[in-house]
């Protein structure tokens, strides 16, 4: 399996711009993450779904970002407008289930640069 | 708020050394714990967990030790490698998944 894809890896854009990042979980999973990591705050839980239904998106910090799961194998988050407190690095995982005994697997992370 | 911490931001290891990490974690309802390693460049990666009715549990060179009754969770890390320089998180679940901040381990030649 290939595992957790992100798309694009690097993504460097200037403020105002809209930013789409882009997800594939591993085949079969039916849980998916999405993640922000920055030195100040660590890792955050943005947004998880659950069967392509959004379970819990209270860690998305404004009406910024939004984040769409329209079938199994794909997921977007998006930023409309970006801003430079943007930038960080974002992070997809996807797992079996959301119960706490299903490992998550993590993607390569997209690292945004807002200008 | 309840938040997961890790007591040293950064620990330097010579090779061959074992390694400790710690972890105090302020929820006493999470259940579930997970230590994760990140190399650089690279996503969390899943080292070791152990749930909340047990108090030790061991992989391969790593042991991972919960104190309920303090809030704390470490991981050893056994003949530390090279290869175990990385950002180690610890992370708690209840409800859902939330990670401390993360300690940089550097293994010294």
């Known amino acids: 399996d290939a595992g957790v894809i992100q798309s694009p890896r690097h993504e460097v854009t200037e403020m105002g711009q809209e930013v789409t990042l882009r997800c594939k979980p591993i085949?079969?999973?039916?849980?998916l993450f999405w993640y922000r990591q920055t030195m100040m705050r660590g890792l955050e839980l943005l947004i998880y779904?659950?069967?392509?239904?959004?379970?819990?998106d209270s860690g998305m910090p404004e009406d910024r970002f939004s984040a769409k799961m329209p079938n199994a194998s794909f997921s977007t988050l998006k930023i409309q407008p970006s801003e430079p407190r943007d930038s960080a690095v974002y992070f997809c995982?996807?797992?079996?289930?959301?119960?706490?005994?299903?490992?998550?697997?993590f993607g390569p992370g997209t690292r945004l640069t807002v200008l | 708020g309840e938040s997961v911490g890790l007591h040293l931001p950064t620990l330097s290891v010579q090779e061959g050394d074992n390694s400790i990490i710690n972890c105090a974690y302020s929820?006493?309802?999470?259940?579930?714990f997970i230590w994760y390693k990140q190399e650089s460049g690279k996503g969390p990666q899943f080292i070791i967990d152990?749930?909340?009715?047990?108090d030790k549990r061991q992989g391969q060179r790593v042991t991972v030790l919960l104190n309920k009754t303090v809030k704390h969770l470490s991981l050893q890390i056994a003949a530390t490698q090279p290869g175990d320089s990385a950002v180690y998180f610890c992370a708690e679940i209840n409800g859902k998944l939330s990670f401390g901040a993360g300690t940089t381990v550097t293994v010294r030649a």
């Open positions: 085949s079969g999973h039916n849980s």
């Open positions: 779904f659950n069967n392509n239904v959004p379970i819990d």
């Open positions: 995982a996807s797992s079996r289930s959301v119960a706490g005994g299903d490992e998550q697997f």
């Open positions: 929820n006493s309802a999470s259940d579930y």
């Open positions: 152990i749930r909340s009715n047990m």
